[in-house]
C-alpha cells in the first residue's frame, strides 16, 4: 500500500491520526455533554456545536495565508497543535461555567486551523515531485485512513471514561436521564412516576428516595465523566506532537528550498491560474451543502442515537458496540480477506488463516457470552462507525479506482465527487424510512420514548455505511483535486478555501437541530436528501470545466 509514497507521508498519518483521536472524542460527546451540562435545547446546543464546527475550518483560512507568507508551513503546524493541547486541557477542568467552555472551544478551534489545512498542503507538496505524482490520489486515501484509525477509538473511549465515572460515584449510564434531571430541578416535570422508575434502574443502591439530590448528584458525575474523556484527548494530542516533533524532517520544507533559490513560489501566468480558481471555487459550493448533511452525524443522529434507538440489544448485534469484540470481529474479516486474496503470497495466506482461527475463536467466545437480550449500547458509539468504514473500506474503493485505472475507465476526480453526493443522498434515505412511524420530538413533550417505541440500530449503522462510501468517493478526492488544480503560490490558501467551505456547511449544521422539535422526522432527513441530489445535479452540469483544468477533458 505505500509502496512508491515518500516517508512524511508515514509522518502526516501518524501526527494527524493522535490529533484526530483527541479531536473526534470531542465531537463524539460535544452536543450530549452540553445538554447534559447546560440544559440547553437542541436548537442552542446546536448552534453553539455548528459555530465550534464553522471556526475550526474558518479559522484554516487565516492559518493557510500565515503559511503561504511566511513559507514556514512545518512551524506554523507545529504551533497549532500545541494551541490545541491548551484547549483540551481547558475543557478537562471540571466546572467551567458556558462562557469559560465557549471559550475554550474557540482555543481548540483556533489551533486546529493552524494544524489541519497546513498539514493537508504539505502532503500535497510532497506529491508535487514528479517522482510521486501519480500516487497523489491514493496518497490522499491512506492520509485519510489515518484520520479514521484515531476517530473509531475514541468514541469507546469517551464512552468507557464517562461510564466508568458514573459506576465509581454508584450510577449505571440513561442517556434520557440529563434532560429528566434539568426538569426536575427546573420544576417542569411532566411525568414524576418514569423519572422514579429510571432513577432506580441506574441507581445501583438500589430505591432512590431524594430525587431531588439524585438529579444533582447524576448531572454533576455524568458532565464530570465527559470531562476526564476530554483529558483523554488531551493526551492524544502529546502523542501527535512527539510524532511530529521527532519525524518532521521527512516532510518537505518550502521555507528551505526558497532560502536556497533565493526565488518565490514559481507563478503561473494569470491565464492558467484563473480557470483553476474558478473551478476550485465551483467545488467548494458543493463542498458546503456535503458537509452541511454529512456532519449531522455529530448532531441530529447523535440525537436520534439516543432518543430514538434501543437502548440494548442482543448478543449478536452486541459484537459492534464492545471495543474488544468489534476488533475481533474486523480481524476474522480481515483474516478472510487475507486468506483469499490471490495476489498475496503462501506467507500472508498462513497468516489470514491463523487470523481466522485465533479472531474467530474471540469473536465466538464473546457472542456465547453474550446476554441474549439484554446488553447495554450508548449513542456515542455510533460515531466510531463512520471511521470503522472508513478504514475498512478505503482498501476496497483503492482497489476499485486501481483495476478501473488499469482498465481505462477510472472517473476523474471531479466525476467522483459527484457520485459522491448521489450516494450521499441514498444515506439519507434510509434514516427517512426507519423514521416513517417514529413520534416526532415536538410531540414527545420533553419526555423519553419508551423502550417499545424504539428502533433497530441497524437504520443508523446502514445510514452511516452508505455515507461512508459517499465519504471516500468525496472527501480525500476534494482534496487530492484541491492540491492538484492549485496553482503553486496559492496551495496553503486554497487547503484553507476548501476548509472555510467545509466551515460554512459546517455552520449550516444548525438546520438540522434548529428543525429538530419543529417537524416531523422523516421531513427532517429529506431536507439533507434534497440538498445531496441538487449538489450532484450541479456537479455534474460543470463536469466539463472541471475537468478540463485537471486535464482530464
Known sequence: MLKGHPKGLLVAFFSNMGERFGFYTMMAILVLFLQAKYDLSAESAGSIY?????????????????????????????????????????????????TATISSLFVIAFGNGLFKGNLQAVVGQMYDDPKYSKFRDSAFMIFYMGINIGAFFAPFVATGVRNWMLKTNGFLHDGSLPSLCHQYQNGNMQNLDRFQVLADKVNLSGTVSDLGAFATEYLEVFARGYNYAFGIAAGAMVISLLVYIIFNRHLPAKHVEAKKNDKEVVKMPWSEEKPRLISLGLVFIV??????????????????????????????????????????????????????????????????????????????????????????????????????????????????????????IEPSTPRKIGIG?????????????????????????????????????????????????????????????????????????????????????????????????????????????????????????????????????
Open 50 to 98: 455548528s459555530w465550534f464546527y464553522f471556526a475550526i475550518y474558518a479559522l484554516a483560512l487565516i492559518g493557510g495565508i500565515l503559511a503561504d507568507w511566511s513559507k514556514r508551513y512545518k512551524t506554523v503546524i507545529l504551533f497549532g497543535i500545541i494551541i490545541m493541547f491548551a484547549g483540551y486541557i481547558l475543557m478537562a477542568l471540571p466546572g467551567l461555567s458556558q
Open 287 to 408: 463542498v458546503i451543502f456535503f458537509w452541511m448533511s454529512f456532519h449531522q452525524n455529530g448532531l441530529t443522529l447523535t440525537m436520534f442515537a439516543r432518543d430514538y434507538t434501543v437502548k440494548a440489544v442482543g448478543a449478536f448485534t452486541y459484537l459492534f458496540f464492545d471495543l474488544n469484540q468489534i476488533l475481533a470481529f474486523v480481524g476474522t474479516i480481515v483474516g478472510i480477506v487475507l486468506l483469499f486474496n490471490k495476489k498475496l503470497k503462501s506467507t500472508w495466506k498462513m497468516v489470514g488463516a491463523a487470523m481466522i482461527v485465533g479472531f474467530g475463536y474471540l469473536t465466538y467466545y464473546f457472542y456465547s457470552h453474550n446476554d441474549p437480550t439484554t446488553n447495554p449500547i450508548e449513542p456515542e458509539i455510533f460515531q466510531s462507525y463512520n471511521p470503522l468504514f472508513i478504514v475498512t473500506l478505503t482498501f476496497l474503493v483503492m482497489g476499485i479506482f486501481s483495476w478501473m485505472n488499469k482498465k481505462g
Open 421 to 553: 453526493m448521489l450516494i450521499a443522498s441514498l444515506g439519507f434515505v434510509i434514516i427517512l424510512v426507519g423514521s416513517l412511524d417514529l413520534t416526532s420530538p415536538f410531540e414527545l413533550l420533553g419526555q423519553p420514548v419508551l423502550d417499545d417505541g424504539r428502533v433497530s440500530p441497524y437504520w443508523l449503522m446502514s445510514s452511516y455505511l452508505i455515507l461512508t462510501i459517499a465519504e471516500l468517493f468525496l472527501s480525500p478526492m476534494g482534496l487530492s483535486f484541491v492540491s492538484k488544480v492549485s496553482p503553486p503560490r496559492f496551495q496553503g490558501l486554497m487547503q484553507g478555501g476548501w476548509l472555510l467551505a467545509t466551515a460554512l456547511g459546517n455552520k449550516l449544521l444548525f438546520v438540522g437541530s434548529f428543525m429538530w422539535d419543529r417537524i416531523p422526522l422523516w421531513s427532517l432527513w429529506l431536507i439533507f436528501v434534497i440538498c445531496c441530489l441538487a449538489s450532484a445535479a450541479f456537479i455534474f452540469s460543470i463536469m466539463k470545466r472541471l475537468e478540463k483544468v485537471t486535464g482530464k477533458a
